[in-house]
Each structure stands twice: as C-alpha cells, then as structure tokens.
C-alpha cells in the first residue's frame, strides 16, 4: 500500500528475536514498505521520537522493555499516541490479546503471521492512519496549535458534547459589489489577506475558527477548550478584527482601492460541540440556538449600521471595560421573543 | 526423519512466501541464535530464573513454528506455559530432550536447503 504521494509506507517491526525479525521485515518489504527495525522496546521509542513512522509491529514478549510497556509509553505520550501499532506476538491467552487492545492496539497477530492476514491487516491500518492525518491536518489549519493538541488527546472521534461558549459570525459589508469592481485575482488575494487578519485576532484571543464561508467566517470561543471568560475573549477578538480591517482599508485606499468594513455578531450561551461529517470528512462545529443568534446579529450590523452587536448574555458577562450601548429589543426571524441586543464600542478596547 | 520433525507443508508455505534465497539465510540466523537460546534456558534452570526461561523457551517456541518444527515448538510451548516450577527435579532431562529434538531439527533443515 502506498500513500497519496506515491512514497511506500514507513513500517518499524520491533522484536528482540532475530528470526522473527527478519521474517517479518522480509515479508513487509515484499509488499513495498520500507521497514526498520529494532530490537528491543527502548530502541524502538528513541526511533520513533526521531524518524517518521506510518506503522509499527510490536511484539510483545522482550527483555528490558516489553510490548506492553512500549504501548504504555505511546498512549501518554502527545506526539505518539496516534501511531498505529499491530502486535504480532506468540503469547497465548486471551488476556494478553485484551491488554493489548485496552492500551490502544490496532490489532493482534499472531505469529508465525500468516502473511495474506498480515497485508489485510496493514493496508486497513495504513488507511485508517492517512484518514487520521488528513483529518489532523484539517484541524491544524483551523485550530490554533493548543486547541488541535487538545483535539488530539481527546481523540477525533464524531459525536458532540454539550457547551457554554461564545459565537462569532464575521462578513464582508457589501462584498459582491467589491467583487463585481475587480479582478478575480484581485478579490482572492483580497480574502486571503483578510482571512489572515481574522484568523490571526480569532487565534490571539483563544477562539478557533470553525467555518469559512466566501466572505464571512465563524469562530468559537470556550470550545473545544472551556474559556472561563469567553464571552470577553470573542468581544475583545472582535474589536482587534474591526482595528485591523480598518488598517487594512487604509493601506487599500493609499493604494487606490476601495475601502472595505465588517460586521460581526456575537451570542453566548449554551451550545452543542463536536466533530460533524463523515470518517473520511469531518469539521469541528457548534450548533444551537446562540449560533443562529450570533448569525442574526451579523445580518443586523447592517440594519444598526454598527460594527460589533452582541447579545445580552455576552455583555452580561463581559465585565470591566467594555462600553456598550443598549439597542432595545429586536424581532429576529425564528426567534419567539425579542433579544435585546447592545453595540459595542469598536474604537476602545480594553487593556 | 525428515517428515516428521519438519512439517513440510509449513516449511514449502514459508519458502514461498519469502522465497528460498531467503529462507536459507533465515535457516542459518536459527542455526546462530538457537544455541545461545538453548543455553540461556540451562542457565535460568540453574539459576531458577523463572522469566527468563519462559522467555527463552517463548522465543524457541515461535522459531520453531516458523519452520513448521511442531514437535520442537510443542516441547518449547509446554517448557514456556508450564514454566520452571513445572519442570521441577526434571529440568534437565526436559532440555536434553528439547536439545536432541534441536539437533534433527537443524539437520532436517540443512537438508531442505537443497531440496
């Protein structure tokens, strides 16, 4: 099996028996992986700490470390608790195929391995492994580096948990028109310089960005890592996103482009968080009622010709200096009851 | 002897599958660490160091079954479940036994080389 870039996988086969060693190794290299080996467990971590590894086969039974003393280390360890590991061991009893399994083992062989069993095995567990990267990688892009190592040790799996966090919606006042004005690389490069002054006000303030949308973006602050004061995190990140975009507009309009502005909404309150999609394609994401507020509120900065609308549990708890301004309650669409919705003051920010 | 102590279907399976070049190097690797295997079990015998002889019986026990030596491995399995209590007044009539059963084993082998 071979990976995207047409590179043969990277196997380490770890067994103190000579034979088995080279057994082993022989097989794998006739089915196009480029294998390594050590011998005994405390070898095989200083490689894997030092040389990029898709797979391992680990035995179990080795003097001064053992497997299972091996699979110990991997799952504590950050960087490592991701590598796929199968066994391939003589030990019997199923007690020792369990320990393996209940230490993060991908799978159990047993040996002498029978070889048409062992490529099966290799190829699911070499799939799996690049479906883990891709997603890992989809994550890393997104995520600031603390949120995707958190990600990482709460593992990746889909499914939502229920949290309190703030939302942020952000879009570009008047973009068609913009876009309708310019060049089409012009508009492109004009979104990748604003996504990066986004993400990097989002990223500097603890929030992830969970959704990128032509011109508008969402982010998440207090998720996936809890935020005792997210609703000032998402109102200060918002108030260094107008500072920047109006930088920015400066230097376009110096240039002799036209200006451009932002609306940004913000909702706090209880919301469901987790990975959606498919195994093969998945997004961290929040859903919930706050979400469809923070959205409605972004809409409205163009009805309240204001830049930062928030609602009233983010100002709620926003604490000292912040200056708001009461807008009275708003009818949204999809909403029984009206929201009260507050301005907040984009030019002073808080030290 | 041959048939017996080396289980020609095992032996053709693995010559297929890693190719004969490369089972006669493997051949020889066995022939390199099975004696000092051999030896680590009559030293944890004498010095009742049970893991390590379940460990050096273990090991034997798996090479043995790579080459399809199924008595060899049966006698190595029951020295590494049994352990060293099992073998108690009887060890070294244990590791005779096992050692003889080594010898044909390799001579068995040296023969398949050419075969």
Redesign the interface.
Known sequence: MRDRAGEPARLLVVDDNKVNRLLLTRSLELQGHRVSSAADGRVALEMLRREPVDLVLLDMEMPEMDGFQVLEVLVDDVQLRDMPVIVTSSLEGVANVVRCIELGAEDYLTKPVNPVLLKARIDACLEKKRLRDAQKELVRRFATPEVAQDLQKSGFSLGGKRVRASVLFCDIRGFTTLAESQAPEETIELLNTWYTLMFDAIGGHGGVVTQMMGDGLMAVFGAPVALPDHEARAVQAAQEMIELVGLFGREREAAGKPQIAVGIGIASGEMVAGYVGTQERASYTCIGDTVNLASRLEAHTKVAQRGILIDGATRERLGEGFRTEALGPVQFKGKTTAVEVYAVDPGQRSA | MTASTIDRATFDA?RE???AE?VV??VD??A??APGMLAELRRALAANDAETFR?AA??L???G??FGALAFAAMARELE?GGLASVASRGDERLEALEGEYARVLAALKALRHA
């Open positions: 693995l599958a890693a190719g490369f190097e493997l690797t066995f390199e660490e460990r273990h090991s026990k798996s090479n079954s790579t479940l």
